[in-house]
């Protein structure tokens, strides 16, 4: 198993320097030769499953993330920015394994997920693995990099846990998904840009910037995916509309309609209440909960939420020098806040 050859298409982050972008190919092209070397085992069948989701092909941001970071230092082809980007995607991709066996997925990234082409066991076995070989490379990046992966590690294994346990009698249900969202997704993407402004050579006004950058992006990023549950085309984002709200699942845009005291949402109240309704179940009630919530007042309110935290993100770039670098994840944070796929 061998990995896709370097494409030429779009970057997964928005780069109109056609020469920064051909860098950043280059370097990519280097990380995605690195991450199938880094997951060879002695076993050939554990290389086959280490390599399994990697083969699936994905759109590498973290590591993207961590090149890009980089140019904001001198040394962005350092040697350690591309083990750097290899640790956040092996982190990232053990962690979809784990994920596919608690959401019993069938698919990742249009492949049989691991837990569907063998068994639960060895998926978790197999990101566990993962996760083993992003320790032993963060370890050659040196102690602070261990500290920085441990408590990243820390953080989203915890977000995973909250996120299988309801908030608690009296706390805020919506903080509580920030909590998980900020756990589970910004905390690795803030620790992509880290990663990239530190082993580039970055100042530590621009390491501190980045980082507080990435979290809030890596957490308007997953947001706008609950938005999109609710309001997306499935032409258009390849998703199917209304998954997370079939399986109850919570999204910032329910939670925020749950929030409502209006009398004119009774309806969509009861729809959304677990004890009150089966939207798993009935197709009926799934297509008018997914039609009440479109109409109401929460999609802007959770748009708008959305867009605040990417203003934010936008905001901290001040520390950097103006230039295409900036200019990108200026970009980066705009798309985050409106996309559609």
């Given at each position: 198993?061998?990995?896709?050859a370097?494409?030429?298409?779009?970057?997964?982050?928005?780069?109109?320097?056609?020469?920064?972008?051909?860098?950043?190919?280059?370097?990519?092209?280097?990380?995605?030769?690195?991450?199938?070397?880094?997951?060879?085992?002695?076993?050939?069948?554990?290389?086959?499953?280490?390599?399994?989701?990697?083969?699936?092909?994905?759109?590498?941001?973290r590591?993207?993330?961590?090149?890009?970071?980089?140019?904001t230092?001198?040394?962005?082809?350092?040697?350690?920015?591309?083990?750097?980007?290899?640790?956040?995607?092996i982190?990232?991709?053990?962690?979809?394994?784990?994920?596919?066996?608690?959401?019993?997925?069938?698919?990742?990234?249009?492949?049989?997920?691991?837990?569907?082409?063998?068994?639960?066991?060895?998926?978790?076995?197999?990101?566990?693995?993962?996760?083993?070989?992003s320790s032993?490379?963060?370890?050659?990046?040196?102690?602070?990099?261990?500290l920085?992966?441990?408590?990243?590690?820390?953080?989203?294994?915890?977000?995973?846990?909250?996120?299988?346990?309801?908030?608690?009698?009296?706390?805020?249900?919506?903080?509580?998904?920030?909590?998980?969202?900020?756990?589970?997704?910004?905390?690795?993407?803030?620790?992509?840009?880290?990663?990239?402004?530190?082993?580039?050579?970055?100042?530590?006004?621009?390491v501190?910037?980045?980082?507080?950058?990435?979290?809030?992006v890596?957490?308007?990023?997953?947001?706008?995916?609950?938005?999109?549950?609710?309001?997306?085309?499935?032409?258009e984002?390849?998703?199917?509309?209304?998954?997370?709200?079939?399986?109850?699942?919570?999204?910032?845009?329910?939670?925020?309609?749950?929030?409502?005291?209006?009398?004119?949402?009774?309806r969509?109240?009861?729809?959304?209440?677990?004890?009150?309704s089966d939207l798993?179940?009935?197709?009926?009630l799934?297509?008018?909960?997914?039609?009440?919530?479109?109409?109401?007042?929460?999609?802007?309110?959770?748009?708008?939420?959305?867009?605040?935290?990417?203003?934010?993100?936008?905001?901290?770039l001040?520390?950097?020098?103006?230039?295409?670098?900036?200019?990108?994840?200026?970009?980066?944070?705009d798309?985050?806040?409106?996309r559609?796929?």
């Amino acid at each position: 198993m061998r990995p896709p050859a370097a494409s030429a298409s779009d970057l997964a982050l928005p780069i109109d320097d056609a020469a920064l972008a051909e860098r950043l190919r280059a370097r990519l092209a280097k990380v995605e030769t690195a991450l199938f070397e880094h997951a060879q085992s002695r076993a050939p069948f554990v290389t086959e499953a280490a390599r399994h989701l990697l083969s699936a092909g994905g759109k590498r941001f973290r590591p993207l993330l961590v090149l890009l970071a980089a140019e904001t230092g001198d040394r962005p082809d350092a040697d350690e920015v591309i083990q750097a980007a290899c640790v956040v995607e092996i982190t990232h991709v053990g962690s979809l394994y784990h994920d596919d066996v608690m959401d019993e997925a069938a698919l990742r990234r249009g492949a049989d997920s691991a837990n569907s082409r063998w068994d639960n066991l060895v998926a978790i076995l197999t990101g566990d693995w993962l996760f083993a070989k992003s320790s032993e490379l963060t370890a050659a990046l040196g102690p602070e990099a261990v500290l920085i992966q441990a408590e990243t590690f820390g953080r989203l294994v915890e977000g995973q846990i909250l996120e299988t346990v309801p908030p608690g009698p009296g706390d805020d249900p919506l903080a509580h998904h920030l909590e998980v969202v900020a756990g589970k997704t910004g905390s690795l993407i803030a620790t992509s840009a880290r990663y990239g402004a530190m082993f580039g050579g970055a100042s530590p006004e621009v390491v501190s910037a980045l980082t507080e950058y990435g979290e809030l992006v890596g957490t308007a990023f997953q947001l706008s995916d609950d938005i999109l549950d609710i309001a997306s085309d499935s032409e258009e984002s390849g998703k199917t509309p209304g998954t997370d709200l079939r399986e109850g699942v919570p999204t910032l845009p329910v939670l925020m309609a749950r929030a409502s005291t209006d009398p004119a949402d009774a309806r969509l109240l009861e729809l959304l209440d677990p004890e009150q309704s089966d939207l798993a179940a009935d197709d009926a009630l799934h297509a008018e909960a997914l039609d009440l919530l479109r109409k109401h007042p929460a999609m802007d309110e959770a748009r708008a939420y959305v867009v605040a935290r990417a203003q934010e993100a936008k905001a901290l770039l001040v520390a950097l020098p103006e230039g295409s670098v900036r200019t990108a994840l200026e970009a980066f944070a705009d798309v985050v806040a409106t996309r559609t796929a």
